[in-house]
């Protein structure tokens, strides 16, 4: 593989088994930033872009179109926003660099359409051109906002800051898996959506996408529960409505949806990492649970959707509840309970929510720096924030629980993550 830059062309030699692709400014044309803007150049010998390519190319294993747009989305963050490459293309097929099972693709010819025209410079003082641009600003902590697309998910910027992980060995609610505690910083702020992906969220992705419905899931009752093998999330055999969080959703369907909206905004989404959840959830308070210290307290019902005396009418198997009634045997409508400090709905209650990490029987060797604790091989995925069947016990912040990645349930969904 060979890389050369200037601040103004790219030519690029790429060669994977038989396939070859020669990109270049005066043959294939690619524009490296925006039309109108100056590339830059960076420290090294490859720009931005360049270095950006040559780690896609090397660590992804995807469409070239989708590879282009996380090319864009590194490419932004490394420069502040100050360079958004544009590229376009006439491929009829999909082209891989490398295929998704290693194996080497066959003889294909991908052809990029030109670049949209540079326009001129506009004159100084006008507010074109990199002198008259004024800085795009960061989004501020707490500030609700959302990305350009129809089906685009409310977001809030978390603050940067650190917490205490897991739960004290004095406590007597001391579970293995929540030991030992420790410190987690996280030193930039990222992105969470206020509120659980919906029912019509994800009905939206899989009509767009021409999804096909996998049909099973585990229905929860309290006990063991058992197997429905029509069940999806479009009728889940529970109460439900559009508005309410999509649950009979595995670990990968969330991962298809997070690429879905990366794809349509050219930003990344993904799952939260555990930490980031955790963090998130509390909102800056640190008591055992949202509502306070007491597990009896009948504010409980006020502040989320957990297992009550409303829950109990219909799931008559668990005692551990809140004495009072919120109204909701099961799912409620993502927006039904007050937000937490960071501006975050539904973090404790209504459905559990799949996280990116692979589960550790305990946090002995966790991450402090809020990334994800992950394994090459990795069979269950963490579970956070409990749900409208989970007991009192099951409602506290440091809570987690796990599931196989490819097993849907009805208590279960997600909420996505999205880096700034």
């Known amino acids: 593989m060979r890389v050369k830059s200037s601040s103004r062309k790219l030519c690029a030699i790429f060669s994977h088994g038989p396939a070859y692709l020669v990109i270049s400014s005066r043959t294939s044309p690619i524009a490296i930033t925006a039309p109108g803007a100056t590339a830059v150049d960076g420290k090294g010998s490859n720009s931005p872009y360049s270095q950006a390519l040559a780690n896609a190319i090397e660590n992804n294993r995807v469409p070239l179109e989708q590879l282009f747009r996380q090319v864009r989305v590194d490419v932004m963050n490394a420069t502040g926003e100050d360079q958004v490459p544009w590229d376009s293309s006439s491929l009829t097929g999909e082209f891989y660099f490398k295929r998704p099972n290693g194996t080497a693709p066959a003889q294909q010819t991908a052809l990029l359409a030109p670049a949209p025209a540079a326009q001129p410079a506009a004159p100084s003082g006008s507010g074109g051109g990199e002198a008259g641009r004024a800085p795009q600003p960061a989004v501020a902590p707490g500030k609700v906002f959302k990305d350009n697309c129809p089906n685009c998910p409310d977001l809030v910027s978390i603050p940067a800051g650190k917490f205490k992980m897991g739960s004290d060995a004095d406590a007597d609610m001391d579970r293995k898996e929540e030991r030992p505690t420790h410190d987690v910083s996280f030193a930039k702020p990222f992105a969470l959506m206020t509120k659980e992906v919906t029912r019509d969220q994800f009905a939206s992705f899989a009509k767009e996408t021409n999804r096909e419905i996998d049909a099973g899931c585990q229905a929860n009752d309290g006990g063991n529960g058992k197997w429905q093998d029509k069940a999806t999330f479009l009728n889940p055999g529970i109460e439900q409505q559009g508005n309410h969080p999509v649950v009979c959703v595995s670990w990968s369907d969330a991962h298809?949806?997070?690429?879905?909206?990366?794809?349509?905004?050219?930003?990344?989404?993904?799952?939260?990492?555990?930490?980031?959840?955790?963090?998130?959830?509390?909102?800056?308070?640190?008591?055992?649970?949202?509502?306070?210290?007491?597990?009896?307290?009948?504010?409980?019902?006020?502040?989320?959707?957990?297992?009550?005396?409303?829950?109990?009418?219909?799931?008559?198997?668990?005692?551990?509840?809140?004495?009072?009634?919120?109204?909701?045997?099961?799912?409620?409508?993502?927006?039904?309970?007050?937000?937490?400090?960071?501006?975050?709905?539904?973090?404790?209650?209504?459905?559990?929510?799949?996280?990116?990490?692979?589960?550790?029987?305990?946090?002995?060797?966790?991450?402090?720096?809020?990334?994800?604790?992950?394994?090459?091989?990795?069979?269950?995925?963490?579970?956070?924030?409990?749900?409208?069947?989970?007991?009192?016990?099951?409602?506290?912040?440091a809570s987690r629980d796990k599931m196989t990645a490819g097993d849907r349930n009805t208590n279960v969904g997600f909420r996505l993550a999205r880096d700034l």
Request: proline share 5%; glycine share 10%; net charge negative.
């Open 256 to 397: 298809d949806y997070a690429d879905w909206l990366s794809a349509k905004t050219g930003k990344q989404y993904r799952l939260p990492t555990e930490e980031e959840r955790d963090y998130a959830a509390r909102g800056g308070k640190k008591t055992v649970w949202p509502w306070g210290e007491d597990s009896a307290s009948v504010n409980g019902c006020k502040v989320a959707n957990v297992f009550d005396k409303t829950g109990k009418a219909k799931y008559p198997i668990n005692d551990d509840l809140l004495p009072c009634n919120d109204n909701y045997a099961e799912t409620a409508p993502v927006d039904a309970f007050p937000a937490n400090g960071f501006g975050l709905k539904g973090m404790i209650g209504n459905a559990w929510e799949w996280v990116e990490d692979c589960y550790h029987e305990t946090y002995k060797g966790a991450p402090t720096d809020g990334s994800a604790w992950d394994e090459d091989s990795c069979k269950d995925r963490v579970l956070r924030g409990s749900s409208y069947l989970d007991n009192v016990w099951d409602s506290r912040f």
